[in-house]
């Protein structure tokens, strides 16, 4: 299955440039000239990664990844006329994944788009948490676990519960499965409840994003992961 890849560019020519190199490179590229657009296509299906010009007619390209960073982890790549430095710093502050300026070669960009998608999970990766919307990411290298780019100072059984969670989304774990996935030995820490533990990671996530709870509580039940983003 091929990625796709969203392109919001205003001025034609430029996207007709970028969507040949890109179908060379065997993407699915889809076209829209405003953020507004960009935000409908969104939300009606995710994609891989996003080019992004930052002037756009409707809105402003930092802006509008600002509002797509509230919900989606998708790599971003800008456009820009503007090569100023403090743009470049801006761009990857908000969010940005790369910057590429104006006037590029579309062979320069879709290296770029390829080098990008290189380093982001799959969307059929085999952890859940790879998909491309979704605003997690696992650096199993580094046994770490990155909610909204940031990374999260996690316990061990933080880190596995939390990583338990990500590789189902939606799926309601019992704390009694919880508790037999995460915990070598349930008998010996019968005081370190999986309550505990979730209550502590909700704490982290929700230090890097106070309006977001990515963990539902199933009274009675258990906890699973936001399944929709
Ligand atoms: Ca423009």
Redesign the pocket.
């Known amino acids: 299955m091929s990625q796709r890849i969203l392109v919001v560019?205003?001025?034609p020519a430029i996207a007709d440039t970028i969507t040949y190199a890109l179908h060379t490179e065997g993407f699915e590229v889809e076209w829209c000239a405003t953020g507004e657009e960009s935000l409908r296509i969104l939300a009606a299906n995710p994609v891989d990664l996003i080019v992004l010009?930052v002037?756009?007619p409707d809105r402003n390209g930092f802006d509008l990844c600002k509002e797509i960073r509230k919900t989606s982890a998708v790599p971003v790549i800008f456009l820009t006329a503007r090569t100023s430095e403090v743009d470049r710093v801006v761009g990857l502050e908000i969010g940005g994944d790369d910057y590429v300026a104006k006037p590029f070669s579309p062979r320069e960009l879709a290296a770029r788009v390829k080098a990008v998608l290189r380093r982001t999970p799959s969307v059929q990766g085999e952890s859940n948490a790879a998909r491309a919307n979704s605003p997690f990411f696992i650096d199993k290298d580094r046994m770490q676990i990155l909610y909204f780019g940031k990374p999260l100072d996690l316990s061990r059984y933080e880190f596995r519960i939390l990583e338990v969670l990500l590789r189902r989304p939606g799926w309601v774990y019992s704390r009694d499965k919880l508790m037999e996935m995460v915990w070598e030995a349930p008998e010996a820490s019968m005081d370190r409840t999986v309550d505990t533990h979730v209550k502590t990671v909700r704490a982290k996530l929700k230090a890097i994003k106070p309006d977001l709870d990515p963990i539902l509580t199933h009274r009675g039940v258990g906890y699973s992961l936001r399944e929709s983003w």
Do not use: I, Q
């Open positions: 560019e205003d001025e010009d002037g756009l």
